[in-house]
């Protein structure tokens, strides 16, 4: 999607059941080359604790495109979490995205980001096909952190398809960082009904102290609607 949208922005804990959940969403096309975008969504899960954040978040985007090139980012803005209970400060993150389809560099399609997360702020931020686990080590989300992803797809024929990716996270004050990198294949078997198979190798920081396999084969499923 050339949009960044709501489910990347989601709370990292939540009682679905009772909550009350709200978001809206507004894009411009500013003619064929450019769009704009403002979001806010809001949650106020139904049982309230320490890892259920009754939070605010507000969220500008923005891109252009010219030919097979993307250039896109957002910043993002949480407000009020845990208001009334475990009170945090008001915390922000950002992204920039470059992407580059397999049309414009003939043999594979690019994709860059780096992102820029405070600590104060807490939800999901759209690395949730690596295999890091901050919840395990929660004390990394008391650090800022930067994130550099870096993937590429080869299509080579409708069904078949080759990926690479590069992951680090950086964080601050001493904690060191987490590396991984992945290659696999990918079948399409229909064109909304992907399997893929990976291999994940992951080099965890000094300050991870509840660590998972560290190499790690992945049989995934995409289902697109």
């Known amino acids: ?4 949208g709501l489910g990347s922005y989601s709370s990292k804990e939540a009682d679905l059941s009772n909550g009350e959940y709200f978001g809206v969403r507004l894009k411009f096309n500013l003619g064929e080359k450019f769009w704009l975008s403002g979001q806010m969504y809001t949650e106020k899960p139904g049982t309230v604790s320490s890892d259920t954040p009754d939070a605010k978040y507000y969220w500008v985007g923005a891109g252009a495109k010219f030919g097979g090139v993307q250039l896109k980012g957002a910043y993002i803005w949480m407000k009020d979490a845990f208001d009334g209970t475990n009170d945090l400060d008001d915390g922000n993150m950002w992204k920039v995205i470059l992407d580059v389809s397999q049309d414009t560099l003939k043999f594979t399609s690019l994709w860059v980001e780096y992102a820029k997360r405070d600590k104060e702020f807490q939800g999901k931020f759209g690395y949730g096909f690596n295999e890091f686990n901050s919840k395990k080590n929660s004390h990394l989300l008391d650090a800022d952190s930067k994130t550099l992803l870096i993937g590429a797809r080869q299509q080579w024929t ?3 398809s080759t990926f690479e990716r590069y992951t680090q996270v950086k964080y601050d004050d001493g904690f060191g ?3 991984e990198w992945v290659v696999g294949i990918g079948y399409a078997y229909t064109p ?3 399997f893929e198979v990976s291999y994940n190798n992951l ?3 000094d300050a991870v102290y509840v660590k998972e396999e560290n190499k790690v084969i992945r ?3 995409v289902l697109n609607f």
């Open 177 to 179: 960082k987490d590396k």
């Open 203 to 205: 080099e965890y920081s």
């Open 1 to 4: 999607a050339s949009d960044i």
């Open 219 to 221: 049989f995934r499923t």
């Open 158 to 160: 409708k069904k078949f």
């Open 192 to 194: 909304n009904l992907v």
